[in-house]
């Protein structure tokens, strides 16, 4: 079992920076792409950006210039460096990770709990 752990979340004023990190834990056979997903009150869950094994990035237009994803693979790691925030980045940030478990054949999606992101001054 594959278990992405999110950290870093917490109330930063309008134009402030947080850094979210989130590790992939268990029997891993292989990770692949990892990501950011949010969801803000009374909206649909949304990418915020994910980054390939090699390095490959794919980002919402929202966060561009703003956010960063960056990642390290000696330790399942990804991390979302977040500048400019905005009230609307307010929202509960998840982890997703497409890996294989050492007991399976295949890879499979994992998410972790979430952690919150509140702008506000």
């Known amino acids: 079992q594959v278990q992405p752990v999110e950290s870093g979340g917490g109330l930063v004023q309008p134009g402030g920076s947080l850094r979210l990190s989130c590790a992939a834990s268990?029997?891993?056979?292989?990770?692949?792409?990892m990501g950011w997903y949010r969801q803000a009150p009374g909206k649909q869950h949304e990418l915020v950006a994910t980054?390939?094994?090699?390095?490959?990035?794919n980002s919402a237009d929202s966060v561009k210039g703003r956010f960063t994803i960056s990642r390290d693979n000696a330790k399942n790691t990804i991390y979302l460096q977040m500048n400019s925030l905005k009230p609307e980045d307010t929202a509960v940030y998840y982890c997703?990770?497409?890996?294989?478990?050492?007991?399976?054949?295949?890879?499979?999606?994992?998410w972790g709990k979430g952690t919150l992101v509140t702008v506000s001054s």
């Open positions: 980054i390939t094994s090699g390095g490959g990035i």
């Open positions: 268990g029997s891993i056979f292989a990770i692949g792409t």
């Open positions: 997703n990770v497409i890996a294989r478990g050492a007991a399976s054949d295949y890879m499979t999606s994992y």
